[in-house]
């Protein structure tokens, strides 16, 4: 599975990718992981399965339901607890429910 982690400017986003990392590693899962600033969401989008938005970054991009109907993909908003405590594992766990995995 490929995530992109989305928010305004791509580098906070990236302890909470780090900690997802780990959380897969541990697991034993294979998955790969890229945080970008919300500028070049709509260039890279394409390669990923997953969108994972930082919680301030839905009011700048677009709300998670318009998001998912133009890029036909899943969209999770990390909420503020998972982002701000950097819960790596949470988010992983949220995002596999949510594609049924």
Known sequence: M?????????????????????????QGKDYEFSAIGTERLDTMIAEFDVLLLGPQTSKIVGEPDELQRKYEKPVYVVSYDEYGLGKGDIVLEKIEKLLGI
């Open 2 to 26: 490929k995530i992109l982690l989305c928010c305004c400017a791509g580098m906070s986003t990236s302890i909470l990718m780090m900690k997802m990392k780990k959380a897969a590693r541990q």
